[in-house]
């Protein structure tokens, strides 16, 4: 009951923000509301540890100063995309969006064959689908149910307007994703969180553990493999969206190293845009020698015993 009491204020608390804040021009609300988000997330110790091991593994060149603002410029990205899902509808129709690579989109829908979209906790990936729905394509996207139940219910409602199906991850919605793809839809999956027990595949230069299920997919239907990336250009108030080139068929572990390589260039072009939160690079305990990671490395996931995929773990 106390945890039912607990979501439904943390609902109300943004219902409320949502409410209050509906006439505000958008990039001058994130703005404010990210800023905040840097300083309370730098207040927070538990969030500054995760992001600090995470850099010390994959940029131990930055020194103490430059961890901690990249720690702060992340969590102010992160309070831009709560503002843009607590204003979602404005956000679809508000949002200036320069998109590059739709022929390819395009292409896909027509000959029938469908794509699976891939990307990453980066920028807000609904740009993405809110420029593929302006070009008359609809894109669904599959993703994890929000924690809070409330929230979750209210995202179930906003979020399809951006291109249906909205499903969940699991075996219905995973069932539904496929389906759709089969029938030559187009659907959205982020796949740069670590599921337990799927195979080691190199990101940003160490083995994380990485779902090959978009690539199985892909292969199966028969469906284009096409990394899609939306970069907030606050610079600019717009979104810079990119449809990259199709991931050539191949062994679905060498298509997801390939994903992989695409996500980690889109960080390293512009680190503060991605969520550092995660743990993306985590083992189970059967895998932490250093022994297994210098394998993963080498061979691009090969360490890994186990297929199953299991939960994901943020």
Same mark, same amino acid.
């Given at each position: 009951?106390?945890?039912?009491? #607990? ?38 110790? #538990? ?5 600090? !091991? ?35 509808? *404005? ?19 027509? /000959? @029938? ?5 891939? $990307? ?27 924690? %809070? ?11 399809? +307007? ?32 670590? %599921?337990?027990? =799927? ?12 779902? $090959? ?6 292969? *199966? $239907? ?10 907030? %250009? $606050? ?10 080139? +199709? ?12 994903? %992989? ?23 189970? #305990?059967?895998?932490?020698? /250093?022994? !297994? ?7 691009? @996931?090969?360490?890994?015993?186990? =297929?199953?995929?299991? !939960?994901?773990?943020?």
């Amino acid at each position: 009951m106390a945890t039912r009491a #607990g979501e439904w204020l943390v609902y109300a608390l943004g219902r409320s923000f949502a409410a209050l804040t509906r006439f505000v021009p958008l990039w001058p609300l994130e703005g404010a509301f990210g800023g905040l988000c840097g300083l309370l997330v730098m207040a927070v110790p #538990g969030f500054r540890r995760r992001v600090g !091991d995470n850099l010390a593994l994959v940029r131990p060149d930055l020194d103490a100063p430059a961890r901690r603002r990249l720690t702060r410029d992340a969590a102010a990205q992160f309070g831009r995309l709560m503002v843009e899902y607590a204003q979602f509808r *404005r956000f679809l129709r508000e949002i200036e969006i320069r998109a590059e690579g739709l022929d390819r989109l395009a292409e896909a829908a027509a /000959s @029938g064959r469908g794509a699976v979209l891939v $990307t990453a906790h980066y920028g807000n990936w609904e740009a993405a689908r809110i420029a593929a729905l302006r070009a008359g394509i609809e894109c669904g996207i599959i993703y994890r149910a929000f924690n %809070n139940r409330y929230i979750d219910r209210r995202a179930m409602v906003v979020i399809p +307007e951006a291109g249906r199906p909205v499903l969940q991850k699991g075996p219905r919605g995973m069932r539904a994703f496929l389906e759709h793809v089969e029938r030559g839809g187009i659907a959205m999956v982020l796949i740069d969180q670590r %599921n337990t027990g =799927a195979p080691l595949i190199p990101f940003l230069g160490h083995p994380a553990e990485t779902v $090959t299920i978009a690539a199985e997919l892909a292969r *199966r $239907t028969g469906a284009a493999l096409i990394p899609v990336v939306a970069r907030r %250009n $606050t610079a600019a108030r717009r979104f810079d969206v990119r449809f990259e080139p +199709e991931v050539p068929p191949a062994d679905p572990r060498e298509m997801m190293a390939e994903v %992989n390589r695409r996500i980690g260039a889109w960080i390293e072009a512009d680190p503060t845009q991605w969520f550092w939160f995660h743990r993306r690079w985590k083992l189970r #305990g059967s895998l932490r020698r /250093s022994g !297994d990671r210098r394998r993963a490395t080498r061979d691009g @996931g090969g360490g890994a015993a186990s =297929a199953r995929r299991g !939960d994901r773990d943020g």
